[in-house]
Antibody, heavy 125, light 107 residues
Framework: QVQLQQSGPRLVKPSHTLSLTCAIS??????????WNWIRQSPSRGLEWLGR?????????EYAGSVKSRITINPDTAENQFSLQLNSVTPEDTAVYYC???????????????WGQGILVTVSS | DIQMTQFPFTLSASVGDRVTITCRAS??????LAWYQQKPGKAPKVLIY???SLVSGVPSRFSGSGSGTDFTLSISSLQPDDFATYYC?????????FGQGTKVEIK
């Protein structure tokens, strides 16, 4: 059974960097058949896919256009986890952040079959 | 970007009712659509993928249909555990957009 456990600060100051980690059990961040995503949810923006990382002989990273200039998603193979960093945050980045695994896929994208528990991150001074 | 529009926004129903939720894509997504159920304080849970395929372990009272731009999620006989918010999500394109959600409330 795949489980994703999220951790990280709940409060981030404006212009600072939001950092979260998602620890994986029951699967591997280096798996050749799945990818690992970050998604956020807020009343104003709804559910929004932010990006993913995956391994296919080398590491790949894909990011949503809305955050592409500010986001980094990195795998940590030693700890079997992956992380999210979002730079230069504003109050508009206040949201519940989820990590999730790719589920069923088309040729272009995937749904999400396993999710972390979610962390509410508030951007405020 | 493909936009996903769900309706109704809120649905009031009683235990035992048949309910139907609609999701419309701004352009064709073939059948690359998933449905999720979300309860307060919890992560979304996938119910249906590829528009009509039921995820293992999901009760058979849930069903999905549609292709192209118009899709529906139906619950044949609403149970107390089904009161929640439901989201559609397209995975035909890079953006992977979600609908804005439909809240199913107790009548």
């Amino acid at each position: 059974q795949v489980q994703l456990q999220q951790s990280g600060p709940r409060l981030v100051k404006p212009s600072h960097t939001l950092s979260l980690t998602c620890a994986i059990s029951g699967d591997s961040v280096s798996s050749n058949s799945v990818a690992w995503n970050w998604i956020r949810q807020s009343p104003s923006r709804g559910l929004e896919w932010l990006g993913r990382t995956y391994y296919r002989s080398r590491w790949y990273h894909e990011y949503a256009g809305s955050v592409k200039s500010r986001i980094t998603i990195n795998p940590d193979t030693a700890e079997n986890q992956f992380s999210l960093q979002l730079n230069s945050v504003t109050p508009e980045d206040t949201a519940v952040y989820y990590c999730a695994r790719d589920g069923f896929c088309s040729n272009f994208a995937c749904s999400f079959d396993y999710w972390g528990q979610g962390i509410l991150v508030t951007v405020s001074s | 970007d493909i936009q996903m529009t769900q309706f109704p926004f809120t649905l009031s129903a009683s235990v035992g009712d048949r309910v139907t939720i609609t999701c419309r894509a701004s352009q064709s997504i073939s059948n690359w659509l998933a449905w999720y159920q979300q309860k307060p304080g919890k992560a979304p849970k996938v119910l249906i993928y590829k528009a009509s395929s039921l995820v293992s372990g999901v009760p058979s009272r849930f069903s999905g249909s549609g292709s192209g731009t118009d899709f529906t999620l139906s619950i044949s006989s609403l149970q107390p555990d089904d009161f929640a918010t439901y989201y559609c999500q397209q995975y035909n394109s890079y953006s992977r957009n979600f609908g804005q959600g439909t809240k199913v409330e107790i009548k």
